[in-house]
């Protein structure tokens, strides 16, 4: 079993940075390929970023390629995603997601991960 609990959301202008961070509890932290998904308002649940077990592979999606970075700790059994030059249509809730079996190409899809944090709100004004 892992849990995760996500951090570092809240209100930014457009153009700002935030860092959210996701910490992971169980053994086999190190183990798990590591995603980001949001969810806006009225829309539906989008892949983020994701980052291989041993942070070697990492996958963006288009809307936030160059904007957005994905790292792990794994000595902190924590998973960053930051986020620059966020924009307006970046707002939403922000959700880690951990698969429990290493695979490469790291997936993109949310129901190839098999535990989810709670979600942390980002809020972008313009």
């Known amino acids: 079993q892992v849990q995760l609990v996500e951090s570092g959301g809240g209100l930014v202008q457009a153009g700002g940075s935030l860092r959210l961070s996701c910490a992971g509890s169980?053994?086999?932290?190190?183990?798990?390929?590591m995603g980001w998904f949001r969810q806006g308002p009225g829309k539906e649940r989008e892949f983020v970023a994701a980052?291989?077990?041993?942070?070697?592979?990492?996958n963006y999606a288009d809307t936030v390629k160059g904007r957005f970075t994905i790292s792990r700790d794994n000595a902190k059994n924590t998973v960053y995603l930051q986020m620059n030059s966020l924009k307006p249509e970046d707002t939403a809730v922000y959700s880690c997601?951990?698969?429990?079996?290493?695979?490469?190409?790291?997936?993109?899809?949310?129901?190839?991960?098999?535990?989810w944090g709670q979600g942390t709100q980002v809020t972008v004004s313009s």
């Open positions: 997601a951990a698969r429990a079996h290493r695979s490469i190409p790291v997936p993109t899809t949310a129901a190839s991960y098999d535990y």
């Open positions: 169980g053994r086999t932290f190190s183990s798990n390929t």
């Open positions: 980052i291989s077990w041993t942070g070697g592979t990492i």
